[in-house]
């Protein structure tokens, strides 16, 4: 009995291995098992292109961790290419669809992988599935944590730079002083009492080189400080300047605030339809200003506008989440967003061909990542917290930059001229005293 049960147990495990391969082949050999051609535009942290030694071999992202679960679940499989001109789709001039949106409609891909905003004028010529994120659009600002509020506020008028400038004129015009009175010492030009190195306040007490020294020296620190108070001084009241910008309005009625856009993207096409329908709002205002600006208010792509506002002096509008994932990637959290934001009913679907039973799939594994919470999952995944804080402790938007040690050059020549006439005085002096000595 015993030889004979353990017999049977390997037949079964035979068969139940021999069921499983022929299972597992069908599978793999299926030929009705779909595979997807997906367009991608490259988004952080939506979609980003990695190159592998040298081609771009890798995508990854919010949206490809997405795709990835929903082709698994409905039994896909997905290759991908990248939208001409890396654009989500606009109608050009001949009334036709540019990106992703032109892809699907061409039927030259199935689906968008990326953060495709629904619009009514893209419904017309594409299915969109049910939106796997809703967003709403915000302004991304420079801004300065509560760190610029410490000891160092005091350094903030001027670069480091410019302070080694002016620390080493310092130190240089000690040394042209010293040298100046060792040289007229030497030569015995003038007194003991003029050739002091010190600049005594009593005139009869300063020879003449040290006069010339003195009216640039105190001449170039009349300047410097002048120049130090202003900027410190806008320091200082910069939160009560500027935080009142925190919506589209407060952005219309300061000219003095710029700001741009990515051109061709949903949001542009807002401003451009409230625009050509004259309606007065807020929006037409704002394009008027931006067809004003040109192309300093149109960007091509979100990394343009997001390194205009590191420089200061301007606003970035864009899809919150790319706002919110700028600010906290930043190294330097040198990034905020304003706390209110604009064109909220907007939220993010994949696109596909009209009438393709497709869509509907996707809807339903869509909503079931969303009921078992995958999807919270990897919103939490691609958008961590991170120690830059997403308002920061007050707004910066118009916050003067440091002054350079290049925009204080005029003031640097100023004083050479000053320290160059003294000291060709000095040598005039000597030689003077030279040729004296000489005719005695």
Not at 3 to 17: A, E, N, P
Not at 124 to 137: G, Q, Y
Not at 365 to 380: P, S, W
Not at 409 to 426: I, K, P, Q, R
């Amino acid at each position: 009995m015993g030889h004979l049960s353990v017999l049977r147990f390997f037949q079964r495990l035979l068969i139940t291995g021999l069921v499983v391969y022929l299972v597992a082949g069908n599978q793999l050999s299926d030929p009705t098992k779909r595979v997807l051609t997906a367009v991608v535009v490259e988004q952080k942290p939506f979609v980003s292109l990695k190159a592998v030694g040298g081609n771009i071999t890798k995508i990854e992202g919010f949206c490809v961790d997405l795709m990835d679960r929903l082709a698994k679940m409905l039994g896909y499989a997905y290759e991908w290419y990248q939208s001409p001109k890396n654009e989500f789709g606009h109608l050009d001039g001949g009334g036709n669809w540019t990106g992703m949106v032109g892809e699907v409609q061409c039927e030259n891909a199935d689906v968008t992988i990326g953060p495709l905003t629904i619009s009514s004028k893209r419904l017309k010529v594409v299915d969109f599935t049910l939106p796997f994120m809703t967003t709403s659009v915000g302004l991304l600002l420079r801004g300065h944590t509560a760190g610029a509020h410490n000891g160092l506020l005091l350094l903030t008028p001027f670069t480091m730079e410019a302070w080694v400038c002016i620390l080493a004129i310092y130190v240089g015009l000690s040394l042209l002083l010293r040298f100046i009175t060792f040289i007229r010492r030497k030569y015995e030009v003038g007194d003991a009492s003029v050739n002091s190195s010190w600049i005594d306040a009593h005139p009869d007490t300063q020879s003449i080189p040290a006069r010339i020294l003195a009216t640039g020296y105190w001449l170039f620190s009349c300047i410097i400080v002048a120049t130090y108070i202003s900027n410190l001084s806008a320091s200082f009241n910069m939160q009560t300047r500027e935080s009142n910008i925190s919506s589209l309005e407060d952005l219309s009625s300061n000219p003095n605030i710029s700001f741009g856009l990515v051109q061709n993207q949903y949001i542009f096409d807002v401003f451009k339809r409230h625009s050509d329908a004259a309606t007065g709002t807020v929006y037409d205002k704002l394009y008027q200003r931006i067809k004003t600006s040109g192309s300093s208010a149109l960007m091509t792509s979100s990394t343009e506008g997001i390194s205009k506002v590191k420089e200061g002096n301007f606003v970035f509008l864009e899809e919150f989440p790319v706002v919110k994932y700028a600010v906290l990637t930043d190294k330097d959290c040198a990034l905020v967003a304003s706390r209110s934001t604009f064109i909220k009913e907007g939220g993010f679907g994949i696109a596909t061909r009209i009438g393709d039973p497709l869509g509907s799939e996707l809807t339903r594994a869509l909503k079931r990542l969303q009921e078992n919470g995958e999807v919270g999952a990897l919103i939490k995944k691609w958008w961590p917290e991170t120690k830059c804080n997403l308002y920061g402790d007050s707004v910066s938007l118009i916050r003067d930059s440091p002054l350079t040690h290049e925009k204080l050059s005029g003031v640097f020549l100023m004083l050479g001229g000053f320290a160059l006439v003294a000291l060709l005085v000095t040598i005039g002096q000597v030689i003077l005293k030279v040729i004296s000595k000489k005719w005695q």
